[in-house]
């Protein structure tokens, strides 16, 4: 007799990661949803595509048109409004480029575009115009990059983001982890991913190893924005950091109609809290062509901190910013 035998035999995440949806009418027949009485835009697609991971599906409710999480991944026809106040790089990124695949832009941080693709495609993202063709890290480029931080000692932490860095191999993050080790004045590491929001299975046995193998202490910032993301394996896979002895912080992003609500998010912070993970910031939208329709005007957003303060501890209440191109540091909103 014939045992049957997975003939798979990636990691899970990395099947999760391959099996991503990326046919409209495939969600749709999904979540039991009409394509007709949606706003579903082919211009849209076209412009960035959908893409979704099927653990983060399961987190939708069928039916429901209006649901959070289908929310921030629908393409739709709002998407192509023009307003001049929307640019291509609202943040100016390629201004402080200074080697391809790094952004020094912080006195003593740089941001390393450790992938150009993410898990999951979010409508409202600031990348969805940014050139990751000329930011693939290379060896030649890693190279290249390891050197300008070498020569910059005044940079004491390197995070790696992206696109989302976990897309990597562990063999090739441990790789680029332990070239990062070896220069004596980086003191921290920081992986800013949504990656396990939206696949939990990313943070596996080979992940732990060369997070519990780095000299410098590795930090993740998530990026979470409503509560209805986090479940028992999200949980899980924090709860496996931390004993790994990280530390995780959550990162979100204002958006109407998704998380604009007191209760939402004071019942984010909640879960997050209970999740193992503490709310970090909560960034006003950054004005990237295609979005408008995403944005909660700046005094809506000081509001909503104001009687999150009056309703809730210290440690809970994110900090409200907004990434501006010329400034050095994310700025408080007040
Ligand atoms: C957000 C960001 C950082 C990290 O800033 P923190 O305030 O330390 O979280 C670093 N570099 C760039 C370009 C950023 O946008
Ligand atoms: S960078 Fe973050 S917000 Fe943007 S698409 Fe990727 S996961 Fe979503």
């Not at 912080?106 to 063709?133: D, E, K, S, W």
């Not at 005044?154 to 989302?164: A, T, W, Y």
Request: a neutral charge.
């Amino acid at each position: 007799m014939e045992l049957q035998t997975n003939a798979d035999s990636r990691p899970q995440w990395k099947q999760e990661l391959s099996n991503a949806i990326e046919s409209v009418h495939q969600l749709l027949h999904i979540l039991e949803l009409d394509p007709a009485k949606l706003n579903l835009s082919e211009a849209a697609i076209r412009q960035f595509p959908l893409r979704v991971p099927l653990p983060f599906v399961e987190k939708m409710k069928k039916g429901d048109p209006n649901d959070p999480l289908l929310l921030q991944i629908l393409p739709v026809t709002q998407e192509e409004q023009l307003d001049p106040d929307y640019q291509l790089d609202p943040l100016e990124e390629l201004k402080s480029n200074p080697v391809s695949g790094l952004i020094h832009k912080y006195t003593n941080r740089v941001l390393m575009i450790g992938a150009q693709t993410c898990a999951v495609n979010c409508r409202y993202c600031f990348r969805r115009h940014f050139p990751y063709q000329e930011n693939r890290i290379s060896s030649q480029q890693l190279d290249k990059i390891i050197k300008y931080i070498e020569n910059h000692p005044e940079v004491d932490e390197v995070i790696l983001s992206g696109g989302d860095p976990l897309v990597n191999n562990d063999a090739q993050l441990s790789k680029i982890i332990n070239r990062l080790n070896n220069i004596p004045h980086i003191k921290r590491l920081r992986v800013h991913t949504r990656l396990p929001v939206v696949i939990p299975s990313r943070v596996n046995d080979q992940m732990l190893s060369w997070i519990t193998e780095s000299r410098c202490p590795v930090t993740f910032v998530f990026h979470v924005n409503h509560p209805n993301e986090i479940n028992n394996d999200l949980a899980e896979a924090i709860q496996k950091l931390r004993n790994s002895g990280c530390t995780v912080f959550n990162q979100a992003v204002l958006l109407k109609g998704i998380n604009d609500q007191l209760e939402t998010q004071l019942e984010l912070s909640n879960k997050l809290f209970l999740a193992g993970a503490l709310p970090y910031y909560l960034n006003l939208l950054d004005k990237v062509q295609g979005s408008q329709h995403f944005n909660v005007p700046e005094k809506d957003a000081l509001a909503l901190i104001e009687q999150m303060m009056k309703n809730t501890s210290g440690y809970l209440v994110p900090k409200l910013v907004r990434e501006c191109p010329d400034i050095p540091y994310k700025l408080p909103i007040k």
